[in-house]
């Protein structure tokens, strides 16, 4: 008697588990071909098809959008060498997929997958810390939902697509820690007002940094650690918003001592290992909250810190393998 209440009461439990599922069907049946692509990693434990996939391991269904799963987010704090294997072709079939995140797997290799180009609704593509190569594909230019496009830390190689100016919401670009080749495009001034967050560091960019660079008005700038040359005077303005630049150890080469810097937001202007000449210009002791400054190993650069502002608040270090002096260097010599 107590089993057959037993056995009842599981069937009953089982019904209620089918009728209360709110996976969709399809995308479970995807979500199951994408773990068996990886072949059934450790981290993916908890996809257990007895159960609801929105109740899944870094899944989730969008409930105004009839539970459809909206973002897959495959982020480890450790390293995970467990996951192994190239991005499976399957997550292109998730048609409802605006975000897709997979962080710290050193052992994902394989280019950026092809099917990923059928992920229209894509907001938010964010591949960091694994070891993908190949080039960046022309396709994400037509993922014209894309809001934020973070490929950083990975294996990338070849030119950066100048096709990415197309996409209308991008707001942040960060491609930083790759193998990236050839120039900054000049279509990035074509970029929408005020164009992206430009994180493209450690990468072997080279040529001049575009003209057309000055329409813009970005908040972050973060070109440092490649082969630039050329001027970089594009870049500042006394109205612009921008708030962080770092361009240090390229290879640029300009007249420092007549540029303009946004006056109020500029926070971080990191230049250091260039060969940039002429003074530091009185302008920047203008800019109200400057926190970060470093203009070292210019070795032409020259003349007398401007005294006043921040700038007698930055150490030494700040200012030194230059030919500076004044405060908080020795006095120059009159
Ligand atoms: C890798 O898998 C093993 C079990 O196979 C597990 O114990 C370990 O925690 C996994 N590593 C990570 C980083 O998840
Ligand atoms: C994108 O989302 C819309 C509505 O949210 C949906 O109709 C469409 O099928 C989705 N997928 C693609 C690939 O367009
Ligand atoms: C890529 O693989 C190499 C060699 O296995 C490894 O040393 C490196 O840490 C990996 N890169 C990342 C970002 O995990
Ligand atoms: C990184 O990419 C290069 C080609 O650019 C390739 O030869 C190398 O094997 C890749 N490294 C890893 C760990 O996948
Ligand atoms: C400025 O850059 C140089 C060279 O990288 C570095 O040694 C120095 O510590 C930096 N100074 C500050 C204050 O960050």
């Known amino acids: 008697m107590l089993l057959k209440l037993v056995l009842w009461f599981l069937l009953v439990c089982e019904f209620a588990l089918a009728v209360s599922e709110r996976c969709h069907p399809e995308d479970k049946k995807v979500l199951l071909q994408f773990k068996k692509e990886l072949k059934n ?7 257990n098809p007895n159960f609801d996939c929105c109740t899944w391991y870094c899944v989730y269904c969008d409930k105004t959008k009839g539970n459809r799963i909206t973002q897959l987010f495959l982020r480890n704090s450790v390293p995970d060498t467990n996951l192994s294997g190239p991005i499976p072709p399957s997550v ?38 694994t070891n993908i190569s190949g080039a960046l594909p022309d396709f994400l230019a037509q993922l014209k939902n894309l ?30 820690r ?20 430009l994180i493209l560091s450690h990468n ?23 082969k630039l040359q050329g001027h970089a005077s594009m870049l500042f303005a006394s109205n612009k918003r921008t708030q962080t630049v770092d361009l240090s150890r ?43 400054f470093n203009v070292s190993y210019n070795n032409r650069l ?22 500076l002096c004044g405060s908080p260097l020795p006095p120059c010599k009159k």
């Not at 990693?41 to 996809?47: I, K, Q």
């Not at 003349?303 to 230059?322: A, W």
């Open 204 to 226: 072997h960019l080279s040529g001049p940094i575009p003209a057309s660079l000055g329409n813009l008005d970005p908040q972050r700038i973060d070109f440092s650690r490649n």
């Open 250 to 292: 390229n290879k640029l080469s300009f007249d420092m001592s007549h540029l303009m810097f946004p006056k109020k937001s500029l926070i971080w202007l990191d230049l250091n290992h260039n060969n940039i000449y002429g003074n530091i210009p009185v302008s920047l002791t203008e800019v109200e909250s400057l926190q970060h």
């Open 147 to 176: 809001n934020l496009i973070k490929l950083s830390f990975n294996n990338l190689s070849g030119p950066i697509p100048a096709s990415l100016s197309q996409l209308p919401n991008l707001a942040s670009l960060q491609l930083d």
């Open 302 to 323: 020259n003349g007398e810190i401007p005294q006043g502002g921040r700038l007698q608040e930055f150490d030494i270090y700040s200012y030194f393998h230059t030919k």
């Open 92 to 129: 292109g079939d998730l048609p409802f997929l605006e975000q897709l995140t997979l962080h710290k797997f050193p052992k994902l290799i394989g280019p950026i997958q092809p099917s990923i180009a059928k992920l229209t609704n894509l907001t938010h593509l964010e591949i960091t810390y």
């Open 178 to 197: 790759n193998k990236l080749t050839g120039p900054i495009p000049a279509s990035f001034g074509s970029f929408k007002k005020p164009g992206p967050d």
């Open 41 to 47: 990693p450790y981290f993916l434990a908890s996809w």
